[in-house]
């Protein structure tokens, strides 16, 4: 037989993540009667390892472990593809593979990485001759491979074995690294693929899969790059139609888990391992205002949701079939239409799922109040600074204290939130990085963010418009190079990452030294969990416990009309705002100017967090679950009576 369809994930995919793009075809193809063969080369190449290590009796302390893998498979600067940059790819250079592993310390890979990354390139050569013969045994006419940040290298490498060993069987490639112009780049310069889908690929894999399995040279359409017979590429015209979301199958991923019971890892990865789902696509915020460094969406931002029906559908039939409960949206932003439709239908279920979704940071609390009971234990919110200039360069459309205000918000939900720190933006104010270190030791009892240097990426306004910011593009990022064996033209076709140079010469690290010394002080200190802030309620009385690092105060005991202003400041107010509350609670004797002066007490004392006028409190309730009944009970959140002053660590209000 040799009409079998297999589509394949390669390295470095998060091996407990399963594919949903191959989720996603291969019920398309199986609901057009081709049942495909789905395999996860990922899980494979690991379990490949794990045995040739065992195998030559590797003390288990030098052995692969899951986490190993998964940080190599997070390791930016080409890491994950250059394990797999063996011939017949490109012919092993240790002059430049030195070079190459030599920048990449420089660029802050840990010994420890690299040592790992050497230690398993010796053992690709023997996985790709295993994983090419196990293709070859299921006779296919069609091999498909997904690929996205660092998949790219590992599948042409068994690409290229395949089509050697046999050229009738057709190579397909698609995924994000092959969105135009980069898919056409790999086109035309590996052979070895027959097709490239270069953006979404349900509207055009079942008619290719039929194409092929009739042995029709597939044709050019839109959205494929094929081969003529000569062998040089032909682009097809115009753009595919958008996928109407509602018209996308719930992903199968019957064939993760059975790759997974075969797997040696399977005890620790049966309970980890976490499934996608997509409810949307495109961003609805980047169709207003694209922010300056973000390549995501490739050529199409335009946002699509499913509708509530279906989004909620898909994750309950998805917990149903394979009996499991973590997802992770793969959604650039989460649908807001969704947050008010869908969360409440899973706030109901009697389950207890637990869901990550991409977010803005801009959210209210009830919003997340509604992700909280909907089961989304996780967030990435885009944070990114806590500067409003900065914040405006990027073009987030949040500021700095809606930033901070979400972190507290998560704190006290039990919400992670994953978030960065960016720096280096064309135009950014030096003098904020040494600001926003300040700021840091009254944030210290909250999550601790990555600090990133600035990547141009593909599509971003910063790589399609440089000059207009005030940088200049210098080709494909540095690491291409040591890759890829390709001219700097071609390098720059297939590249996503950018290396680029300020107009003004600036160098970022000059300036952001404050910073990256407080985030490591915060990081350790978070690591220890040694700092906390918190107030407990009384009958007319706040009392703050302070123990975070750095501080003298330990207790402070706010009383009426100061506890009122305190927790006026929960969502962000301005001084004006905490007045009416205030005074609309019962202190009708407190006056704009005594609120303007307590706030100020309270900032300086690092209780909260003041910003172009508004003041967010930072202290977290001791019983968190008790501020969600009064909030469901629309009960004020201040201290309603004024009672009789008994004294304060803090000057008293008149």
């Known amino acids: ?246 018209q996308v199958p719930t992903p199968d991923y019957d064939y993760f888990f059975e790759d997974l019971e075969r797997s040696p890892f399977r005890d620790g990865l049966r309970t980890s391992s976490v499934l996608s789902i997509e409810t949307s696509r495109g961003c609805w915020w980047g169709e207003k205002q694209h922010c300056t460094f973000c390549g995501l969406n490739g050529s199409n931002m335009a946002f699509r949701s499913k509708s509530p029906e279906r989004a909620f559908a898909d994750i309950v039939d998805l917990a149903t079939r394979h009996r499991h409960l973590r997802f992770a949206a793969v959604d650039n932003i989460i649908s807001l239409d969704h947050v008010k439709h869908v969360l409440p239908r899973l706030g109901q279920l009697d389950a207890d799922l637990s869901i990550f979704y991409e977010t803005k ?58 978030w960065n720190i960016i720096y280096g933006f064309p135009g950014e104010p030096p003098e904020e990085y040494a600001r926003m270190a300040a700021l840091i030791p009254a944030l210290i009892h909250l999550p601790p963010p990555e600090l990133v240097r600035l990547q141009v990426q593909r599509y971003s306004p910063y790589h399609q418009s440089p000059e207009a910011f005030g940088i200049t593009l210098r080709g494909a990022a540095a690491y291409y190079r040591f890759i890829y064996p390709l001219d700097e033209e071609t390098l720059a076709e297939l590249a996503y990452d950018f290396g680029y140079a300020y107009d003004d010469g600036r160098d970022p690290e000059a300036y952001v030294a404050p910073l990256r010394e407080a985030i490591e002080r915060w990081r350790i200190d978070a690591k220890a969990r040694q700092s906390t802030l918190v107030y407990h309620r009384g009958p007319g009385f706040l009392r703050i416990v302070d123990r975070r690092q750095g501080f003298g105060y330990e207790s402070y005991l706010l009383e009426n009309s100061e506890a009122a202003i305190y927790l006026a400041c929960d969502g962000g107010a301005t001084a004006e705002a905490v007045h009416r509350q205030v005074v609309g609670a019962g202190h009708g004797d407190v006056s704009l100017d005594d609120v303007r002066g307590f706030l100020s007490q309270l900032t300086e004392a690092g209780l909260v967090f003041a910003e172009a006028g508004r003041f967010v409190s930072l202290a977290l309730p001791a019983r968190p679950e008790r501020e969600l009944v009064r909030r469901e009970r629309g009960e004020y959140d201040g201290i309603p009576s004024p009672g009789k002053p008994r004294g304060t660590t803090l000057p008293m209000l008149p």
């Open 361 to 418: 940071s801009n959210l209210t609390k009830e919003q997340l109040i509604l992700m909280r009971e909907a089961g989304i234990t996780s967030i990435q919110p885009g944070i990114e600074s806590f500067s409003d200039p900065i914040l405006r360069l990027m073009r987030k459309g949040v500021a700095g204290w809606q930033n901070v205000r979400l972190l507290k918000w998560c704190a006290q939900l039990g919400i992670r939130a994953l």
């Open 1 to 246: 037989m040799r009409d079998a369809i297999v589509l394949v994930t390669m390295p470095w995919a998060y091996v407990r993540y399963p594919s949903i793009a191959l989720g996603i075809l291969s019920r398309l193809l199986g609901h057009a009667g081709l049942t495909p063969i789905v395999r996860s080369y990922n899980l494979a190449f690991l379990d490949h390892v794990a045995r040739a290590q065992a195998e030559a009796r590797l003390p288990e302390p030098e052995r692969i472990t899951i986490k190993d893998y998964q940080e190599l498979a997070n390791m930016g600067g080409g890491l994950g593809d250059w394990v797999f940059a063996v011939p017949p790819f490109r012919d092993i250079d240790p002059e430049r593979d030195e070079a190459y592993l030599a920048w990449l310390a420089r660029e802050g890979a840990s010994p420890r990485r690299i040592a790992l990354a050497r230690a398993l390139r010796a053992h690709v050569p023997s996985f790709i001759t295993a994983t090419v013969e196990e293709l070859l045994g299921y006779g296919p006419a069609m091999v498909g491979f997904t690929s996205m940040f660092s998949q790219n290298v590992a599948s042409l490498l068994v690409a290229h074995e395949l089509k050697r060993r046999a050229p009738h069987v057709a190579i397909v490639l698609g995924g994000a690294n092959c969105e135009a112009p980069m898919g056409r780049a790999l086109h035309r310069a590996f052979p070895c693929i027959d097709v490239v889908v270069e953006g979404e690929a349900e509207n055009l894999i079942v008619d290719l899969a039929r194409d092929v399995v009739a042995g029709r040279r597939p044709a050019p359409r839109p959205g494929l790059c094929t081969r003529a017979a000569d062998g040089s590429t032909l682009v097809g015209e115009g753009r595919p139609a958008p996928v109407i979301m509602d």
